[in-house]
């Protein structure tokens, strides 16, 4: 089994569009992938993130553990509720998914917190990842947003893989938008950050993309 983690520098920047490009070309690869979101706020009676990461999967996927009506932090959301996120049931939960790749999807940012003391670095860590991808806009404010995330990772997250940095195309471009992925290089911010284009999570582009990262990442050769 593989596990793949996704983290972020912030909120609404595309890791759902990222969990759905990679899990999409693992199945289009014919590997049993699982995509998972254990815990997400904002849930109603529409689409949901986890619902269109298990929609391109080829493995059953259960009931997440934690799903929360009001679109704000999952901290606040699951303490309105009288619920406590418990890592030990998240961690149960997704090692419930014998897929030979499973690709899970943080809710929030790197250190967005789950309750006191917790937070989804605290998540990545429980669920013992082997590939662990930093998704980031490729937007103004990124080197040092990515800048800020690395350096949590290498004091705080010694026991994770060093991340993967995918640049994900901002709703609105900037400037700087096309140019930072050299720039995190060149910096020393990050050795290789990969960029995936501006298209559906499943269309050919991004696909082909996201089966880039996985071949980088050694999960598809």
């Keep these: ?11 609404g920047i595309g890791k759902t569009h990222a969990g759905v490009a990679l899990v999409s070309a693992l199945a289009a690869a014919g590997v049993e992938v699982a995509g998972l979101k254990p815990i997400e706020s904002g849930v109603s009676t529409g689409p949901t993130d986890a ?46 998914h014998a897929a030979r790749v499973v690709v899970v999807e943080t809710a929030g940012a790197l250190l967005s917190p789950l ?14 990842p082997d590939v662990l991808v930093l998704v980031a806009p490729d937007r103004l404010g990124v080197l040092h ?20 940095l995918l640049l994900q195309p901002p709703a609105e471009p900037d400037r700087s938008t096309g140019t930072n992925a050299g720039e ?38």
């Excluded at 089994?1 to 909120?11: N, P, Q």
């Design 1 to 11: 089994m593989t596990r793949i983690v996704l983290i972020g520098t912030g909120t």
């Design 51 to 96: 619902s269109a990461l298990a929609a391109v999967g080829s493995f059953h996927v259960k009931q997440a553990p934690y799903t929360f009506v009001e679109p704000i932090s999952p901290h606040l959301a699951a303490r309105r509720e009288g619920v406590t996120i418990d890592l030990s049931r998240v961690q149960a939960w997704v090692d419930g």
């Design 115 to 128: 309750g006191p003391g917790l937070t989804n670095l605290d998540l990545a860590r429980a669920l013992r």
């Design 145 to 164: 947003e990515v800048a800020s995330a690395m350096h949590v990772l290498r004091t705080l997250g010694t026991d994770l893989p060093a991340p993967m």
């Design 184 to 221: 995190l290089a060149l910096l020393g911010i990050h050795p290789a950050p990969l960029a995936f284009p501006r298209a559906e999570a499943t269309a050919e582009e991004t696909v082909s993309a996201a089966r880039a990262l996985l071949v980088a990442a050694r999960v598809l050769s």
